[in-house]
């Protein structure tokens, strides 16, 4: 294959920080910080949607609770094809900070379009993170490289600060109903009908990108105050992070758990949003989910905002 040479003009003095739709910002903050989209796809009532910019997931919520049950699949080749081709033309240095290897193949699919890529473009300078992260825990990793952007910082100095954010990066979260884990295969048939009847809660969280159940706890109160206890044990400096909290359209809880952190830790800065249409697929409506770093981060840059 013909190697064609980047296009002279490119502005190599800046970062693209691309993102997959599985980091759950809000679309006006990835618009706001002229980030690079690929968003995932949503299959509901047999239509495809463009996670984001082609569907809400209040309407994804609304359909689930009406017995729809909506299916996703991973970014395509063709998307990041597109995507790395345009900025390896410019000669714009990029950055895609991914959802997690072990619950998407969108990383793998990245990885492999950017070697088709560089056979072209040789010249083309891509770093792609397996960020072992999803939801606001990704957005929280995200939102930090931008803003070490934004001050100036190079692209290893992102990078390295990233890395440390995915390892560092805690998720703890429940579902408000077992079925909709079970439709995914992540409890037995047996769990979620004997999780409904008892009113069992799972408690949950990831590790090295996987999805693991922690605890079965009775009731949403006590899963809820669990989720905060938890914080205590493994967070450090709580009162100074930027803490996650994400729910499936369920914000009245969403804003119960930050009332609880704040008494119990002195937590004074949250970034609050719903969770989005492919994760929300698989958690169903009423997810609560909280993230936070459980090392402090050794940067320069203020963490929370």
Known sequence: MNRKKIESGGNMST?????????????????????????????LNDEEYKDIVGIQAKKVYDEMRNGSVPKTSQASINQFSEV???YAQEGQACLYLAFSSELSGTYQTACMVREQVLEDYPEFDLT?????????????????AVKLMESGATKETIIEEAKFYC????????VDNLEYLRRGGRVSNVSAFVGGLLNIKPLLHVED???????KIRGRKKVLKRIVDLMGERGEDLSNQLIGISHADDEDTALQIKEMMEEQYG??????NMIGSVIGAHTGPGAIAVFFL??????????TK
């Open 128 to 144: 792609i993170i397996d960020t072992k992260a999803a939801s606001l825990g990704l957005g929280l990793i995200v939102n930090h």
């Open 15 to 43: 970062l693209k920080i691309i993102v997959d739709s599985a980091c759950d910002l809000p679309h006006s903050y990835i618009t706001e910080h002229n980030l690079e989209l690929v968003p995932l796809t949503v299959h």
């Open 167 to 174: 390892e560092h990066m805690q998720h703890l979260f429940t």
């Open 84 to 86: 790395f081709t345009k």
């Open 209 to 215: 990108g996987k999805l693991i159940p922690l605890e």
């Open 294 to 303: 459980d090392k402090k981060a050794n940067s320069d840059i203020d963490l």
């Open 267 to 272: 937590c004074k800065h949250f970034f609050i």
